[in-house]
C-alpha cells in the first residue's frame, strides 16, 4: 500500500491554509469599485404590495441605486426555475409558478425580496433601505404543513387550488392494499420530519461584475455547483451563450446541499451590475440567512405495515405531505419524491410498497435538498416504524429486523420500488454495532441508572442510501512541461477534503508525489464541464471520472515510452510511476514521459503533442452506502435532558479512499442528525407567519458536549457498478443518527408508557411527555 495512496489515513492537504488563515471565502473578495449590495426583505408572510416609495433612500448618502421588481422586469430578467417538475397520480403536471428575484405585485414569505439598495458601503445601503416605503395590504397566511391543504386556507399561489403542488405516487396500490386486507398484523403509525434551517458556518454571498466590452457577466459566489450556477443564469436568466458568464468558486465552508441551487441574489449582483456600471457585492447578515436560505426536510408521513404470523414483512403503505414553502427551488419536487420515496424500503425485503406524496405550498422559506436530501426522512420513517412495531407486537427491535433483512446472497436485489442494490451485508453491520454496544450488559445499565432517578435507554437504526448517482461527471489531468501535474475537477469542495482525496487518487494511480499535484474547482473558464457536488457523488463519480483520465494518460504515456525505448508498445508496463519495458531493467518515470511530451525531438509519431486526458464517467445506478447506529441515553426526568453516554457506528461504505476522511464525514453528518432529533426547531408563528427561531438565541445547534466521541468502524464490501468500488458517504451519519437517537430515547421512556415522540427531542418536549406521562400512570 503506497504511503499516499488509496486507503492510507492522510491527513488533509488543505488545512494548513485553513488553519492559518488563507482561505479564500466569498467575503476575503474584493473587486476594484465594488458597490455594496443590501436586499430589503418582506416583514409580511402573504401581502400584497400597493406601492414603493424609494425617493427618500435614492437621495441617502452614499446610494448608488434602488431598484424592485418592476425595473426586473422592465430588462426582461428572467426568473428562477424549477427543474425537477413530477407528474401527478392522475398524469397531469405539477404546479410550476414563476420564482422572480424581486417580487413585484405580492409577497410569499417573510424574507420575500422587495428591493434591492446600491451604495457605496453596506451600511450606507442597509440604512438606505430602512428609507424605502412599502405600502403593504397583508394577506391570511398559511405555515403548519399538516394543515396547508384543509379547506378554507389561504391560497398561496391562484393557480395552486387548495395549496396542491403535485400528488405523486410510486409503487403498487392494489398490491398493497390486498397484502393489508389478509395481514395478521397491521401496524400503522404517524410521525414528523422536522423543518431545519441549515446554518452552513459561511453564509452565501455574491460578487457580480459586467464587462461591456466583451458583453458578459463575472459571478463570485459560495456555490456547491460553479457549473450548474451558470447554466442556469445564461439559459434560464439572461438568456445568453453560456461562454458570456463565467461562475468562480473559491474556497466554501459548508454547503449541505444549500449552496447548490440558483438564489435571487446571483441574478441581482449581475443584473445590478451591468445597470451601474460597476461590480457589485452582497454579503448577508445571519439573520438574513435564516429567512432566505433553502431549508430542509418539513415532512408528516403516515405509514401502514402489514405482516404475517411469522412477523415477516407483507407490504408498505406510505402517504407523506411534504412543504415546499412559498416557492419551488431547483430541486424542491424531487426531494419527496425521486430522491426520498423510493428509498422507503429500507434494508428490507418487501414484496409490496406503495409511496404517496402530496407537496404543498405554504407562506415560508422554500425547502430544497439538505444532507441526505430525502433520503434520511425515509430511513427515519421506516426505522420508527419498525422499532415501534416490535415494541407493539412484543419482539426485540433487532429481531425483527433480522427476520426481515435483505440476505446478502439475494444480490443484487431489485426493491418493489424499483431499486437494484448491489450490495450489502445489513445483518453483519448490526451484529457488529450492537455487540460493541454491549447490548447484553445494557438491562444492567438499566437498572443502575433507574436506581439514581434517570431513565437510560438504548436504541439502533440501520440505514441504506442511494448516493454516487446519474448523470455523468468530468476530470482533466494535465501535465505540464516540467512533470508536475494538475488535477480539474467539476465538482465542488465546501469542507469535504476533495484536495486530498483527488491527490490520493491521482497519486495511486500515476505515481505521483502529492507535492507535485495541483486541484483545481469551481471556475467555469478554466473547467470545462462540470455538475457540482450533492448526492455523495464527489468520489463514486468525480473519482471515477479521474480514474478514466488516469488511465488514458497512462495508455497516451505507454505509446510515448515505447517511442522513447524504441520498443513495442506492448512490452512497456507501468506501474508506481514507472514506466519499463518488460524483462529489461530500463525505466523511464511518468514525469520524464511527461516532458518528452512537450519536446519536439523526443515526440512519438502519431500522438499527439502535450500530456493531459480527460475522463467522463457515467454511473449506471447509485451507489448504496449502509451501515447501523447505536446511540445510548440517559434522560434527566426532572428537567427533560437528555445526556448521550454512547454513539457508535458501523458503516459500509465499500472501497474506503481515505479512512481519517470517512471518520470526519461520518461525524459531521451525525453532529447534524443529532441536532435535528434533539435540538434543532423551526417555528413560524401560525398567525402572522413569522420566524419565531430566527436566530442563534432560539434556534439551537447540536455543540461538543452534546455528543461523547464517536465510535466508528466499517466494513468493506465493494460497490459492484462502480469501478473504483466505492460508495457515498457525505451524507449517511445524518440518516442514520435521528432514528437511532429517537428510537433510544422511547426505549428509555417505555415503562411509561410513551411509544412515540415526535423530533425535536428538546428538553421542554420530554419534560411535557414526561410529566403527563408519570401524572397517567399514577392515577
Known sequence: MKQFGIGQPVRRVEDRRFITGRGNYLDDIS?????????????????????????????????????????????????????????????????????????????????????????????????????????????????????ALDPGQP????????????????????????????????????????????????????????????????????????HFVRNLLAGSVFKIPENRIRVVTRDVGGGFGMKLFLYPEHILVLWGAKKVGRPVKWVPDRADAFMTDTQGRDNI???????????????????????????????????????????????????????????????TTPVDAYRGAGRPEAAYAIERLIDFAARRLGVPPQELRRRNFIKPEAMPYQTALGLNYDSGEFARNMD???????????????????????????????????SGFPPDEFAELRFDPSGTLTILMGTQSSGQGHQTAYTQLAAERLG?????????????????????????????????????????????????????????????????GIFSVSGTDRRLGIEEVARAAFDPARQAPGVEPGFDESGHFAPP????????????????????????????VVDDFGRVINPLLLAGQVQGGVA????????????????????????FTDYCLARADDLPAIEFSYNVVPCRTNPLGVKGAGEAGAIGAPPALVNAVVDALAELGIEHLDMPLTPERLWRAIHDAEQRKAA
Open 621 to 648: 445506478q447509485p451507489t448504496f452506502p449502509n451501515g447501523c447506529h447505536v446511540c445510548e441515553v440517559e434522560i434527566e426526568p426532572d428537567i427533560g435532558r437528555i445526556e448521550i453516554l454512547r454513539y457508535l
Open 672 to 695: 447534524q442528525g443529532v441536532g435535528q432529533a434533539m435540538l434543532e426547531r423551526t417555528v413560524f408563528d401560525p398567525e402572522t407567519g413569522q420566524l419565531l427561531t430566527g436566530s
Open 432 to 466: 457488529q454495532a450492537l455487540a460493541a454496544a454491549d447490548l447484553v450488559g445494557f438491562p444492567a445499565r438499566r437498572a443502575e441508572a433507574r436506581a439514581r432517578g434517570r431513565y437510560r435507554g438504548l436504541g439502533h437504526a440501520v440505514y441504506i442510501e442511494q
Open 301 to 363: 408521513t403516515h405509514l401502514d405495515l402489514a405482516l404475517n404470523e411469522q412477523l415477516r414483512f407483507l407490504a408498505l403503505d406510505v402517504e407523506l405531505l411534504a412543504n415546499m414553502g412559498a416557492y419551488l427551488s431547483n430541486f424542491a419536487p424531487e426531494i419527496p419524491t425521486a430522491s426520498g420515496a423510493v428509498m422507503h424500503s429500507g434494508v428490507y425485503a418487501i414484496p409490496a410498497i406503495h409511496v404517496g406524496v402530496k407537496g404543498v405550498f405554504t407562506n
Open 31 to 147: 473587486v476594484s469599485r465594488q458597490a455594496q449590495a443590501f436586499m430589503l426583505r418582506s416583514p409580511h408572510a402573504h401581502a400584497r404590495i400597493r406601492a414603493i416609495d424609494s425617493s427618500a433612500a435614492l437621495s441617502a448618502p452614499g446610494v448608488v441605486a434602488v431598484f424592485t421588481g418592476d425595473d426586473l422586469a422592465r430588462d426582461g430578467i428572467g426568473t428562477i426555475p424549477c427543474l425537477s417538475a413530477v407528474t401527478n397520480r392522475d398524469g397531469s403536471p405539477s404546479v410550476l409558478p414563476p420564482h422572480p428575484a424581486i417580487a413585484r405585485d405580492r409577497v410569499r414569505h417573510v424574507g420575500d425580496t422587495v428591493a434591492m439598495v446600491l451604495a457605496e458601503s453596506a451600511a450606507a445601503a442597509r440604512d438606505a433601505a430602512e428609507l424605502i416605503v412599502v405600502d403593504y395590504e397583508p394577506l391570511s397566511a398559511v405555515v403548519d404543513t399538516a394543515h
Open 155 to 226: 391560497q398561496v399561489w391562484d393557480e395552486a387550488p387548495g395549496n396542491l403542488c403535485f400528488d405523486w405516487e410510486v409503487g403498487n396500490i392494489a398490491a398493497v392494499q390486498q397484502a393489508i386486507a389478509g395481514a395478521r398484523h397491521r401496524i400503522s403509525l404517524e410521525l414528523v420530519n422536522n423543518r431545519i434551517v441549515v446554518n452552513s458556518m459561511e453564509p452565501r454571498g455574491a460578487i457580480g461584475e459586467y464587462d461591456p466590452g466583451e458583453d458578459s457577466f463575472t459571478l463570485w459566489s459560495s456555490t456547491q455547483g460553479s
Open 512 to 576: 505521483v508525489v502529492p507535492e507535485k499535484i495541483r486541484v483545481l474547482q469551481g471556475d467555469t473558464a478554466v473547467i470545462s464541464f462540470g455538475r457540482g457536488t450533492g448526492g455523495s457523488r464527489s468520489i463514486p463519480v468525480g473519482g471515477a471520472s479521474l480514474a478514466q483520465a488516469a488511465d488514458k494518460l497512462i495508455a497516451k504515456g505507454r505509446r510515448i515510452a515505447a517511442h522513447l525505448f524504441e520498443a513495442a508498445e506492448a512490452d512497456v508496463e507501468f506501474a508506481d
